[in-house]
Nanobody, 116 residues
Framework: QVQLVESGGGLVQPGGSLRLSCAAS?????????MGWYRQAPGKQRELVAT???????NYADSVKGRFTISRDNAKNTVYLQMNSLKPEDTAVYYC?????????WGQGTQVTVSS
């Protein structure tokens, strides 16, 4: 069994920053997985935010490029999402994702609210 547990969400003012963390545990060789962050706003479909491969190649949605940074610490089985210059439209539930071929795992999500 594999578990992904997100943390770090919360309420922040526009222009502020948050860092999300996702810790993996269980039967997973974390270092070989592509890890990612997705988000889902009310009434909208879940969308890709950022991914990082086992080789540390990264990919970002256009809407977050230059503001968000994804990183991973394989020694801690953890992936991070540093979010800067947050906007109200970044408000969503953020989900951690791990993929290796047909194996796909999701976390339970953490709420990020950007509001004054």
């Amino acid at each position: 069994q594999v578990q992904l547990v997100e943390s770090g969400g919360g309420l922040v003012q526009p222009g502020g920053s948050l860092r999300l963390s996702c810790a993996a545990s269980g039967r997973i060789i974390f270092s070989i997985y592509t890890m990612g962050w997705y988000r889902q706003a009310p009434g909208k479909q879940r969308e890709l935010v950022a991914t990082i491969t086992s080789g540390r190649s990264t990919n970002y949605a256009d809407s977050v490029k230059g503001r968000f940074t994804i990183s991973r610490d394989n020694a801690k089985n953890t992936v991070y999402l540093q979010m800067n210059s947050l906007k109200p439209e970044d408000t969503a539930v953020y989900y951690c994702n791990g993929q290796l071929g047909s194996l796909v795992y999701w976390g339970q999500g953490t709420q990020v609210t950007v509001s004054s």
